[in-house]
Protein backbone atom coordinates (compact mmCIF):
# COMPACT_ATOMS: atom_id res chain seq x y z
CA UNK A 1 0.00 0.00 0.00
CA UNK A 2 1.19 3.70 -0.70
CA UNK A 3 1.98 5.57 2.38
CA UNK A 4 4.06 8.90 3.28
CA UNK A 5 5.27 8.79 6.85
CA UNK A 6 6.28 12.49 8.50
CA UNK A 7 8.66 12.87 11.18
CA UNK A 8 8.72 13.91 13.89
CA UNK A 9 5.04 14.24 14.70
CA UNK A 10 5.32 17.63 16.78
CA UNK A 11 8.17 19.59 17.26
CA UNK A 12 8.58 22.73 19.56
CA UNK A 13 11.05 25.33 18.76
CA UNK A 14 12.17 29.07 19.77
CA UNK A 15 12.30 31.92 17.47
CA UNK A 16 15.08 31.99 15.41
CA UNK A 17 15.90 28.09 15.59
CA UNK A 18 16.25 26.44 12.40
CA UNK A 19 13.69 23.21 11.94
CA UNK A 20 14.08 20.36 9.26
CA UNK A 21 10.94 18.22 8.94
CA UNK A 22 10.95 14.93 7.53
CA UNK A 23 9.15 13.16 4.82
CA UNK A 24 9.70 9.98 3.38
CA UNK A 25 7.49 7.61 1.16
CA UNK A 26 6.64 4.64 -0.50
CA UNK A 27 4.61 4.75 -3.71
CA UNK A 28 4.73 2.61 -6.72
CA UNK A 29 4.28 4.79 -9.60
CA UNK A 30 5.86 8.47 -8.10
CA UNK A 31 5.37 11.28 -9.87
CA UNK A 32 5.96 14.28 -7.62
CA UNK A 33 6.50 15.90 -3.72
CA UNK A 34 4.18 18.22 -2.31
CA UNK A 35 5.03 20.48 0.71
CA UNK A 36 1.76 22.09 2.37
CA UNK A 37 1.12 24.27 5.32
CA UNK A 38 -1.65 24.22 7.16
CA UNK A 39 -3.26 26.70 9.51
CA UNK A 40 -6.40 26.64 11.11
CA UNK A 41 -7.84 26.95 7.74
CA UNK A 42 -6.93 25.70 4.29
CA UNK A 43 -3.89 23.78 3.72
CA UNK A 44 -2.10 26.31 1.55
CA UNK A 45 0.79 25.04 -1.16
CA UNK A 46 4.72 25.13 -0.40
CA UNK A 47 6.74 23.24 -3.01
CA UNK A 48 6.50 21.37 -5.97
CA UNK A 49 9.47 18.58 -6.03
CA UNK A 50 9.90 16.00 -9.07
CA UNK A 51 13.89 15.78 -9.46
CA UNK A 52 16.67 15.06 -7.11
CA UNK A 53 18.63 17.01 -5.48
CA UNK A 54 17.27 20.27 -6.81
CA UNK A 55 16.46 22.47 -3.98
CA UNK A 56 13.33 24.70 -4.22
CA UNK A 57 13.87 27.76 -2.02
CA UNK A 58 10.94 30.27 -0.81
CA UNK A 59 12.49 33.01 1.50
CA UNK A 60 13.59 31.50 4.54
CA UNK A 61 11.95 27.49 3.39
CA UNK A 62 13.62 25.39 1.45
CA UNK A 63 13.21 21.99 0.20
CA UNK A 64 14.75 19.29 -1.72
CA UNK A 65 13.92 15.50 -2.83
CA UNK A 66 16.18 12.48 -2.70
CA UNK A 67 14.42 10.06 -4.93
CA UNK A 68 17.06 7.44 -3.87
CA UNK A 69 16.54 7.20 -0.15
CA UNK A 70 12.67 8.13 -1.50
CA UNK A 71 12.35 11.28 1.12
CA UNK A 72 12.77 15.33 0.88
CA UNK A 73 13.28 17.73 4.15
CA UNK A 74 11.62 20.81 4.70
CA UNK A 75 13.69 23.70 6.24
CA UNK A 76 12.72 26.41 7.58
CA UNK A 77 15.22 29.48 8.89
CA UNK A 78 15.26 31.53 11.74
CA UNK A 79 11.77 30.70 12.56
CA UNK A 80 9.23 32.88 13.97
CA UNK A 81 6.06 32.65 15.71
CA UNK A 82 4.22 32.69 12.06
CA UNK A 83 5.62 29.65 10.90
CA UNK A 84 3.53 27.93 13.52
CA UNK A 85 1.21 25.63 11.62
CA UNK A 86 1.07 21.96 10.18
CA UNK A 87 3.42 20.75 7.52
CA UNK A 88 2.38 18.24 5.14
CA UNK A 89 3.54 16.09 2.80
CA UNK A 90 2.28 14.63 -0.41
CA UNK A 91 3.23 12.73 -2.99
CA UNK A 92 1.25 12.65 -6.50
CA UNK A 93 0.63 9.36 -7.63
CA UNK A 94 1.61 9.47 -11.54
CA UNK A 95 -1.07 6.72 -12.67
CA UNK A 96 -3.25 8.65 -15.02
CA UNK A 97 -4.63 11.57 -14.12
CA UNK A 98 -6.53 10.37 -10.82
CA UNK A 99 -5.23 13.09 -9.34
CA UNK A 100 -5.01 11.68 -6.22
CA UNK A 101 -2.64 13.10 -3.30
CA UNK A 102 -1.19 10.73 -0.55
CA UNK A 103 -0.58 12.67 2.39
CA UNK A 104 1.27 12.22 5.03
CA UNK A 105 0.11 12.88 8.79
CA UNK A 106 1.26 16.02 9.30
CA UNK A 107 4.23 17.97 11.55
CA UNK A 108 2.94 20.32 13.76
CA UNK A 109 5.10 23.25 14.47
CA UNK A 110 5.24 25.28 17.39
CA UNK A 111 7.61 28.23 17.33
CA UNK A 112 7.73 30.14 20.99
CA UNK A 113 8.17 33.59 21.32
CA UNK B 1 -6.61 30.31 -0.80
CA UNK B 2 -10.31 31.62 -0.59
CA UNK B 3 -10.94 31.25 -3.80
CA UNK B 4 -12.10 27.70 -3.25
CA UNK B 5 -15.28 28.19 -1.10
CA UNK B 6 -17.14 25.99 0.62
CA UNK B 7 -20.09 25.34 3.00
CA UNK B 8 -21.60 25.57 5.44
CA UNK B 9 -18.22 25.65 7.68
CA UNK B 10 -19.90 23.70 10.15
CA UNK B 11 -22.51 21.37 10.19
CA UNK B 12 -23.85 18.80 13.11
CA UNK B 13 -26.16 15.73 12.46
CA UNK B 14 -27.87 13.26 14.21
CA UNK B 15 -27.13 9.61 13.56
CA UNK B 16 -28.95 8.69 10.74
CA UNK B 17 -29.03 11.73 8.85
CA UNK B 18 -28.24 13.26 5.75
CA UNK B 19 -25.32 15.63 5.64
CA UNK B 20 -24.47 18.12 2.40
CA UNK B 21 -21.71 19.87 1.78
CA UNK B 22 -20.94 21.88 -0.91
CA UNK B 23 -17.48 23.25 -2.95
CA UNK B 24 -17.38 25.87 -4.99
CA UNK B 25 -14.14 25.74 -6.94
CA UNK B 26 -11.62 28.34 -7.95
CA UNK B 27 -12.84 30.25 -10.91
CA UNK B 28 -12.02 28.55 -13.90
CA UNK B 29 -10.34 25.52 -12.60
CA UNK B 30 -12.60 22.29 -13.85
CA UNK B 31 -11.09 19.60 -11.36
CA UNK B 32 -12.09 19.38 -7.61
CA UNK B 33 -10.75 16.80 -5.57
CA UNK B 34 -12.65 16.10 -1.78
CA UNK B 35 -10.37 14.92 1.08
CA UNK B 36 -11.30 13.81 4.63
CA UNK B 37 -9.26 14.95 7.19
CA UNK B 38 -10.03 12.60 10.70
CA UNK B 39 -8.43 13.74 13.87
CA UNK B 40 -4.68 13.11 14.35
CA UNK B 41 -4.76 12.01 10.90
CA UNK B 42 -3.18 13.37 7.22
CA UNK B 43 -5.65 14.48 4.85
CA UNK B 44 -6.60 11.22 2.80
CA UNK B 45 -7.95 11.42 -0.75
CA UNK B 46 -11.94 10.68 -1.66
CA UNK B 47 -12.39 11.45 -5.20
CA UNK B 48 -11.67 13.23 -7.90
CA UNK B 49 -14.35 14.68 -10.41
CA UNK B 50 -14.45 17.07 -13.35
CA UNK B 51 -17.77 18.94 -14.70
CA UNK B 52 -19.95 16.17 -14.35
CA UNK B 53 -17.77 13.33 -14.68
CA UNK B 54 -16.66 11.14 -11.43
CA UNK B 55 -13.26 10.34 -12.57
CA UNK B 56 -11.49 8.34 -9.47
CA UNK B 57 -13.87 7.39 -6.66
CA UNK B 58 -11.58 5.17 -5.21
CA UNK B 59 -11.06 6.19 -1.60
CA UNK B 60 -14.48 7.00 -1.29
CA UNK B 61 -16.68 4.38 0.71
CA UNK B 62 -19.02 2.36 -1.32
CA UNK B 63 -22.27 2.96 0.30
CA UNK B 64 -23.96 6.09 2.17
CA UNK B 65 -21.34 8.68 0.22
CA UNK B 66 -21.71 10.10 -2.90
CA UNK B 67 -20.62 13.27 -5.48
CA UNK B 68 -21.19 14.77 -8.11
CA UNK B 69 -20.10 18.16 -10.17
CA UNK B 70 -22.84 19.27 -12.15
CA UNK B 71 -22.42 21.52 -15.37
CA UNK B 72 -23.88 24.21 -13.34
CA UNK B 73 -23.45 24.97 -9.06
CA UNK B 74 -21.38 23.32 -6.97
CA UNK B 75 -19.77 20.22 -6.56
CA UNK B 76 -21.62 18.23 -3.52
CA UNK B 77 -20.55 15.79 -1.17
CA UNK B 78 -23.39 13.62 -0.19
CA UNK B 79 -23.35 11.30 3.08
CA UNK B 80 -26.68 9.20 3.74
CA UNK B 81 -27.33 8.15 7.11
CA UNK B 82 -24.57 9.53 9.06
CA UNK B 83 -22.77 7.34 12.11
CA UNK B 84 -20.30 8.72 14.39
CA UNK B 85 -17.26 7.51 12.69
CA UNK B 86 -18.41 10.39 9.54
CA UNK B 87 -17.18 13.28 12.08
CA UNK B 88 -14.60 14.64 10.71
CA UNK B 89 -13.06 17.72 8.49
CA UNK B 90 -13.99 17.40 4.85
CA UNK B 91 -12.04 19.35 2.69
CA UNK B 92 -12.35 20.29 -1.08
CA UNK B 93 -9.69 21.22 -3.53
CA UNK B 94 -9.77 22.15 -7.27
CA UNK B 95 -6.85 22.42 -10.23
CA UNK B 96 -6.70 24.60 -13.22
CA UNK B 97 -5.22 21.08 -14.92
CA UNK B 98 -4.71 17.49 -13.66
CA UNK B 99 -2.78 17.58 -10.31
CA UNK B 100 -0.43 14.25 -12.05
CA UNK B 101 0.11 17.61 -14.51
CA UNK B 102 0.98 20.97 -12.03
CA UNK B 103 1.03 19.16 -8.36
CA UNK B 104 -0.63 21.92 -7.18
CA UNK B 105 -4.32 22.27 -5.09
CA UNK B 106 -6.03 25.34 -4.04
CA UNK B 107 -8.45 23.98 -0.74
CA UNK B 108 -10.75 25.71 0.44
CA UNK B 109 -11.15 25.98 4.28
CA UNK B 110 -13.13 22.60 5.22
CA UNK B 111 -16.17 22.22 6.08
CA UNK B 112 -16.65 19.74 9.60
CA UNK B 113 -19.00 17.90 10.10
CA UNK B 114 -19.94 16.42 13.54
CA UNK B 115 -22.75 13.54 14.20
CA UNK B 116 -24.15 13.25 17.89
Known amino acids: EDKVVQSPLSLVVHEGDTVTLNCSYE??????LLWYKQEKKAPTFLFML????IEKKSGRLSSILDKKELSSILNITATQTGDSAIYLCAVSDGSGNTGKLIFGQGTTLQVKP | NAGVMQNPRHLVRRRGQEARLRCSPMKGHSHVYWYRQLPEEGLKFMVY????????ESGMPKERFSAEFPKEGPSILRIQQVVRGDSAAYFC??????????????FGEGSRLTVL
Open chain 2, 93 to 106: ASSLLAVANTGELF
Open chain 2, 49 to 56: LQKENIID
Open chain 1, 27 to 32: VTNFRS
Open chain 1, 50 to 53: TSSG
